[in-house]
Each structure stands twice: as structure tokens, then as C-alpha cells.
């Protein structure tokens, strides 16, 4: 038990400083655009603003769905444990999508409240109006990662947050933006993709069951 605490402890850390690097990777390619200080503002504003709507309420569900799974499965209930994960994960989707349609339809209002610049704004409802579409998927990833965590099974959502995050976001940032000179619009497309791409792992690693296998 207390080996399984040390190796989920030192994965978490792990994917800490691994998924901190993309923000650093991510701030840099932005430093390369047409115009860098305008870009970094509307994306600091942007993360600002999905704090306080999506990822801070999100990670409330993270803490409970791990709380509930791990609970249920030391009754033995194997079952009501994966149905768990999903209702939890199915009430963050359906509050992000009230958030999604909010950051669409309000997107002018929001970013204007977080900004006096025209540029910045208009460059923040870009960004609102792309990541609002992954919202759900930003609370599938969230929770279920939680849920798999309550299972004692983090290596694997680690390795796909890692990938999503750390490398198709940023690899297809750079390419879009710098390589084919899409603009800003491409990184936030980009920060969209790779948002998919870490939900999408995250429901096939519940569905698959593996995380039944732990041994904690």
C-alpha cells in the first residue's frame, strides 16, 4: 500500500513538471507571433477566465469522482464504481456545456471585462469562442482522470495528458502557426485538438476497464 501512495505521488509530480513545461513551450511559440504581447495577454486572460468558470468547478468533481471510486471500490463494488466515474463525468459535461454556450454567446462581454485593449479583446474572443466547443471534453479528461486516480491507476492517464498536452498541443501549435503561418487562431485550435485528444483517452481508458487491474 504505502509503495502504491509512493508511486502514485512521485506520477503526479512527474506530470506536474512535465505538463508545466507545455505552458512554458506554449509561451514561446505565442512569443513568435505577429504580435507576441497581444497574443500573451488575450491567452493569460483567456486561462483566467476558464479558472474561474470550468477548471476550478472541474476539479471539484476531479476530487469527488476519486473520492467516491476509491470508496466503492474498497467495498468491493466494482460495478457501481466504473457507473460512478460516468455520472460524475456526465454532470461535469453537462455544466461545462452551459459554460460552453456562456463563453460563445458572451464572449465579448466576458473579454471585455478582463481587458481595456481592442486587440487583446478581440484576440481573447477568439480564444473563447474556440475552447468553449471543448469544455466537455476539458470535464471528461478532468474527472475521469480523478476517477482513474481513485482507482490507483495513474501511470497510463499520466503518459496520455503528457502526450495530448506536452506533445500534439504544442507540436501542432508550431506547425500551424509557425510553419504554415495560420496566425493566433491556429493555437487556439490547436489548445482545442489536444484538449479532445486528452478526453478521448481518458473515457477509452475508463471504458476499457484496465484500471480494474490495479492492485492497490
Not at 127 to 143: K, N, R, S
Not at 149 to 171: C, E, H, N
Amino acid at each position: 500500500m504505502d509503495n502504491q501512495i509512493s508511486q502514485n505521488w512521485s506520477a503526479g509530480m512527474c506530470a506536474r513538471y512535465l505538463l508545466a513545461g507545455q505552458l512554458v513551450g506554449l509561451f514561446l511559440i505565442l512569443s513568435s507571433t505577429v504580435s507576441p504581447t497581444i497574443s500573451q495577454a488575450a491567452w493569460a486572460a483567456g486561462i483566467r477566465i476558464e479558472e474561474i468558470l470550468t477548471i476550478m468547478p472541474m476539479y471539484g468533481l476531479n476530487m469527488a469522482a476519486a473520492t467516491l471510486v476509491g470508496q466503492t471500490l474498497g467495498a468491493g463494488k466494482w460495478a457501481k464504481a466504473k457507473l460512478a466515474g460516468w455520472q460524475i463525468t456526465t454532470l461535469g459535461a453537462a455544466l461545462n456545456v452551459i459554460v460552453a454556450l456562456t463563453m460563445y454567446f458572451g464572449a465579448a462581454q466576458i473579454a471585455g471585462l478582463m481587458s481595456e485593449d481592442k486587440l487583446v479583446i478581440a484576440a481573447c474572443i477568439d480564444y473563447l469562442q474556440i475552447m468553449c466547443w471543448t469544455e466537455p471534453f476539458f470535464a471528461c479528461w478532468l474527472i475521469l482522470s480523478g476517477a482513474l486516480q481513485g482507482a490507483g491507476y495513474t501511470k497510463w492517464p499520466m503518459v496520455s495528458a503528457i502526450i495530448s498536452f506536452d506533445f500534439v498541443r504544442l507540436i501542432a501549435a508550431w506547425i500551424l502557426s509557425a510553419v504554415f503561418g495560420m496566425g493566433l487562431q491556429s493555437i487556439w485550435l490547436s489548445m482545442a485538438i489536444s484538449t479532445a485528444v486528452a478526453a478521448l483517452a481518458a473515457v477509452w481508458q475508463w471504458q476499457s476497464g484496465k484500471w480494474q487491474e490495479q492492485v492497490v
